[in-house]
């Protein structure tokens, strides 16, 4: 599996771990904190070469003039140590500039020191009897031994603190939220996407298929007022008008589960009020809001169309409800059922599908359906 980021990388087995270039990568982007470490010298030089008055001035405007650079180059080592892209936050420059102050008074002498005692350590263990010609071989010997076992120790301690690091940068430069709202965008143009595809495939079929239908349909009834009913050519021209009747009438049928053309003109109440009134069970329907958002219209028909087919199909109810209001800006919606109960997403009866459509809208469901019924499914979709 491809690691993306240090922390992904010293999760793997040890030994591929101790062979990649991770260990490596975390050393380079640690030691490169000698940037703003050289930052602070350069004030601190400031500091000592001008007179008091200008003191105050010249240190805060040194400091002030290099955050800017710092938060680009720590955007730009960040990669060393996490390869995955960064989303664009709405208050960048603010966090750029957190992130490079962090750096500038707290960090930076942290991951030196990591360096320092992680890698500079090990080295001169095991290259004592080079640095310390004095010293009896015997001593520099186990030195450079110990030198050599501490290595591993230290590859995975510079990758840890190095991995942390990269994921305190990210934390600070785009938080969790800001990919989850990418993420919950592309899912609601993913929903948009389908619903203008289910809409394009609805005025298809109406204007083409079921057209055609209906010209055979016609044709069909003519041809059969001039033959004699009881001749065989009558018989077969009867039969094919009641076969292309039903396929008329399956097709509006598929038209109007494929898209309501009464959602769109009158609203959610008249569309759930059609979709009750075709479902084989007698649903009461109390319906009192006006019209709506696209968005939730369409989420909350689908959703009492999905609700109303799970009813027919599994509940073995004899009679079911509707209900929906709009309560402090927020659409409520409940579907009841006095069948059987038992309804479990993990059944397949289509909740899952429901809960994530819902999620793109913000919206929320609860579900109560203990063995024996009745059935609740209450949805809250909020109306901004």
């Not at 980021?5 to 771990?17: G, I, K, Q, S, V």
């Not at 750029?96 to 320092?116: N, Y």
């Not at 958002?293 to 028909?301: I, L, R």
Request: charge should be positive; aromatic fraction near 4%.
């Amino acid at each position: 599996m491809l690691n993306r980021t240090a922390l992904e990388a010293l999760t793997r087995r040890p030994l591929p771990f101790l062979r990649s270039e991770w260990p490596w990568r975390c050393v380079a982007y640690l030691a490169a904190s000698v940037v703003p470490g050289a930052v602070i010298g350069v004030a601190a030089a400031v500091a000592q070469v001008l007179p008091e008055p200008l003191l105050y001035l010249a240190v805060p405007a040194v400091l002030a003039l290099s955050l800017f650079p710092l938060a680009r180059f720590e955007r730009l080592r960040l990669r060393l140590v996490d390869g995955v892209p960064l989303p664009e936050a709405p208050d960048r420059r603010r966090r750029e500039g957190g992130l490079a102050i962090m750096t500038l008074f707290a960090m930076w002498w942290i991951d030196l020191i990591m360096v320092a005692f992680t890698v500079a350590g090990p080295v001169l263990l095991i290259l004592t009897p080079v640095v310390q010609p004095g010293v009896a071989p015997e001593v520099g010997a186990v030195a450079s031994v110990v030198g050599v076992l501490l290595l591993p120790v230290a590859a995975y301690t510079v990758t840890a603190w190095g991995g942390a690091r990269g994921a305190m940068a990210r934390a600070i430069l785009a938080p969790q939220g800001s990919e989850l709202s990418e993420v919950l965008r592309s899912r609601a143009r993913l929903v948009d996407a389908f619903e203008m595809d289910r809409r394009r495939i609805e005025r298809d079929l109406h204007d083409g298929a079921q057209q055609r239908l209906v010209a055979l349909s016609m044709t069909l009834g003519m041809a059969r007022l001039d033959l004699p009913e009881d001749s065989d050519a009558g018989r077969l021209v009867g039969r094919a008008h009641d076969e292309a009747k039903q396929a008329l009438a399956e097709l509006r049928e598929l038209i109007r589960g494929v898209h309501s053309p009464i959602l769109t003109d009158r609203g959610l109440a008249a569309a759930v009020r059609d979709v009750a009134g075709r479902s084989p069970v007698p649903v009461g329907v109390d319906v009192e809001v006006g019209r709506l958002p696209a968005p939730v219209e369409v989420t909350a028909y689908y959703v009492v169309s999905e609700a109303l087919a799970n009813l027919a199909k599994h509940s073995r109810a004899t009679r079911g409800s509707v209900t929906g209001r709009v309560q402090r800006g927020t659409l409520v919606v409940e579907v009841r059922d006095d069948g059987v109960g038992g309804a479990d997403p993990a059944k397949g009866t289509g909740l899952t599908g429901l809960a994530d459509r819902l999620a793109v809208v913000e919206g929320r469901l609860s579900l109560s359906s203990p063995i024996g019924g009745p059935t609740l499914l209450r949805v809250e979709i909020p109306c901004a």
